[in-house]
């Protein structure tokens, strides 16, 4: 039997992103982030150019939730997470967490053997998040609030929390073997 939250993400369709969807999701995702102009990171080349590692979440035909996604050409065996919304509604219902194991599936059958994302250290949701998701801290001299702080990753005055994930792990073995979309 499912439970409720099981029942609400088993309604939602996971697919590759398409060119299509930008305009959708560029027309929202300020106001998926409270207000805070987040529009400018996320430029069409990802929806045009990263198709294959990249994931939209549909259900009744509405964009519910995408991940934006890449292995990277510097380092091939490691997987960069750039982007993940979900709808304010549909958080807590595990789409974000769908959501990153089918990337995490992907990149995996694509031969990385980690994955790697940022965080701003204001964001304590996406900190939280991403620690249940099994995503280490990489450490730093700097912390605030106790949680270690690159300082100046994106320019001046935009530190990060960066995360790893390690894709050899036991639990990422269940993605290597998920079929992908």
Known sequence: MLFAREEAVADIAIRHV??????????IVDEWWGGRPMAAMLPKLFFVHFRSTSFTAVADGQIVGFLIGFVSQTFPDQAYIHFIGVHPARRGEGLGRRLYEHFF?????????????????????SIAFHRRLG???????????????AVGYDGEGEDRVIFTKDLDSLDSQRWKDQPRD
């Open 18 to 27: 398409e060119q299509d969807d930008y305009q959708p999701i560029i027309l």
């Open 105 to 125: 599936a992907t990149a995996a059958s694509l031969g990385c053997r980690t994955a790697r994302c940022v965080t701003a250290p204001v964001n304590r949701n």
């Open 135 to 149: 995503f280490s801290l990489l450490d730093s001299d700097h912390k605030v609030g106790g949680v270690p702080v």
